[in-house]
Structures are given as structure tokens and as C-alpha cells.
């Protein structure tokens, strides 16, 4: 179920994560199905999967969204989705909540949204730390690549990002200028109303971020998300290392294993906060965890 061994011919590595989802899909007809919703700048395909059980009431069902690989070198980031894949298609037919959770919300999963900066960092050591897009820049620059993550049609080309195409967080010509946000952009915004959470993986740092990662602007449900993201982290910490004892606030502040650090858009509050996870140390199940991660940002990303 998982890519155990992957193939380092570049031009095989996507082959082989589409190969798995073809398998994923076929393998568990009922659950899960597959779509093509986007094509790169360099023209291939980006795809997702949809995981969702039928609704015994026939009610309209709410939506989650998941992406990863949306900076190319962040390798953890595609590994997690198909880890994420592989526990919900392993277990959903023995957790009742799970089995209850999929039958109330469809799950879209796209394991590699940056699909041509990721097969770029493939190619040799010096291609390892790509990080944005492989479009060309505009005229009379050189350098190729957007950051596709600073390229939504969210308070676009506001804070944290650079209008220079050589920068790493170069946020493109205007907002959607790229086909893989826009491809995100329309396919999410067709059902907006009915998603609860948009979540984009990432792994460059031990770190949860909430909406909107602007000094102005924060989410109208902030509190909620503070509280719940504290409950994701903690699992996740019991989860890495499940031998872990409960420790006090202080020790854990200092422990790089134990201590997550909040990422505030709130300009009230500090920039980033310390928070320390509570005492429900080794219950709960990494499944639990990563749909805590994903729950966690209940609330409108547009
Ligand atoms: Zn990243």
C-alpha cells in the first residue's frame, strides 16, 4: 500500500506514486476514485484521491482537502499523504468513527501538487533543494519558478513573500498566474460551500500554521483553531514517541521533541507562541492524529 521502494530513474518516480493511486483506486472500488484536475506548466497531470463512503441518509456531505508536495523539496510531505492513504484504506472497514467520518465527508487527497519542481529534485544533488515551480519567469529575468504556495488568491503578494523570480518565495506575475494554483483554485472553489478544511502539507519545520499567515488578517474562527491544534499536536507528539511521559509546561518548552511552536496571524498576540500539549500522552492512534491535523482547520480557506 505504501511506494516501500522507490525507483531513482526521475522519469519513473511519477509514474510510480500515479501506478499507486491506480492500485489504491482499484483495489478499493467502494472507497476510493481518482481525477485529473490540472496539468502543470510543464504539462503533466496533477491527480488526486477521493475518499468517501456512501451517506446511509443520502445527505449532501462535506468536504475535505488535503495536498502535499507543494514545495518540491519537502520529500516528507508526499511520503505523508500516501501514510495518510494507507491508513485510511487499511483501517476504515474495522474503526467504526472512521468508517462514520467518510461516510459524512469526502476526503481529496493530492499526494504531489508540484509535481514539476518535485521530479526536478530527483535529478541530481544539485536539483535536491529546488523548491518552487518550473515556469519560466517573465521577460528579462532568468530564473525559473514560482512559489506556488504564495500564489493563491489570498491576499496575494501582501506579507512574507518576494516580487523578485530569483527569490524562493517568489509569488509569481498576480495571483492564480500558475496552472497548479488555479487548478487548486477552481476545483476547491467549486465546493466551497460544502468544505469544512483545507489543509497543505508541508515539512520544513515542526510547526502548525493557521490561516491566514498575515499580521492583519486572522480566521474568524482563531480560538477554535488554537484550542484544536493544541489536541492535534499533542497527538502527534504521543504518537512519535508513544514511550513519552507527560512533562511539565517548562520542560517541555525546552525539549525540541515535546514543545510545538503556534505560528500567530493574530497581531494582538506574539508572532509565535509556545504551547506545551496536555497530559494524554500514548492514546491516541496516529490515524486519529492526522484526521486531528486535518480537522484542525475547520473554518473557510477563501
Ligand atoms: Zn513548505
Given at each position: 500500500m505504501y511506494i516501500t521502494r522507490m525507483n531513482y530513474n526521475t522519469d519513473e518516480i511519477l509514474t510510480q506514486i500515479y501506478k499507486w493511486m491506480e492500485d489504491v483506486e482499484r483495489e478499493n472500488p467502494e472507497l476510493v476514485s481518482s481525477a485529473v484536475y490540472g496539468h502543470t506548466f510543464e504539462g503533466k497531470n496533477i491527480a488526486l484521491l477521493k475518499f468517501g463512503l456512501q451517506n446511509p441518509e443520502g445527505k449532501e456531505k462535506k468536504v475535505i482537502w488535503m495536498d502535499c508536495g507543494i514545495h518540491a523539496r519537502e520529500w516528507i510531505a508526499p511520503a505523508f499523504c500516501q501514510w495518510f492513504v494507507k491508513e485510511i484504506v487499511t483501517s476504515y472497514k474495522t474503526n467504526k468513527k472512521l468508517e462514520q467520518m467518510l461516510q459524512n465527508l469526502d476526503v481529496y487527497v493530492t499526494p504531489v501538487i508540484n509535481v514539476?519542481?518535485?521530479?526536478?529534485?530527483?535529478?541530481n544533488t544539485t536539483t535536491r533543494i529546488w523548491r518552487k515551480s518550473r515556469s519560466t519567469?517573465?521577460?528579462?529575468?532568468?530564473?525559473?519558478g514560482v512559489d506556488l504556495n504564495r500564489n493563491f488568491n489570498a491576499n496575494w503578494g501582501t506579507v512574507g513573500v518576494s516580487f523578485?523570480?530569483?527569490?524562493?518565495?517568489?509569488?509569481?506575475?498576480?495571483?492564480?498566474s500558475e496552472p497548479e494554483a488555479t487548478a487548486v483554485m477552481d476545483f476547491v472553489g467549486k465546493m466551497v460551500k460544502q468544505t469544512l478544511c483545507f489543509l497543505t502539507i508541508h515539512s520544513a519545520g515542526q510547526l502548525i500554521l493557521l490561516p491566514y499567515g498575515h499580521p492583519q488578517i486572522s480566521a474568524p474562527n482563531y480560538d477554535e483553531l488554537i484550542q484544536t491544534q493544541a489536541q492535534a499536536a499533542?497527538?502527534?507528539?504521543?504518537?512519535?514517541s508513544p514511550?513519552?511521559?507527560p512533562l511539565s509546561c517548562e520542560t517541555k518548552v525546552?525539549?525540541?521533541t515535546c514543545?510545538?511552536?503556534?505560528?500567530?496571524?493574530?497581531?494582538?498576540?506574539?508572532?509565535t507562541q509556545e504551547r506545551c500539549p496536555s497530559s494524554h500522552m500514548s492514546t491516541?492512534?496516529?490515524?486519529?492524529?492526522?484526521?486531528?491535523?486535518?480537522l484542525l482547520s475547520l473554518g473557510s480557506l477563501w
Open positions: 514539476d519542481g518535485y521530479m526536478y529534485t530527483w535529478v519567469p517573465p521577460s528579462g529575468n532568468s530564473c525559473l523578485d523570480s530569483c527569490a524562493n518565495t517568489y509569488c509569481g506575475k498576480e495571483a492564480g499533542t497527538g502527534l507528539v504521543s504518537s512519535a514511550s513519552l511521559t525546552s525539549s525540541a514543545c510545538q511552536r503556534i505560528r500567530s496571524s493574530r497581531p494582538a498576540r506574539r508572532r491516541t492512534k496516529p490515524l486519529t492524529v492526522a484526521l486531528s491535523l486535518v
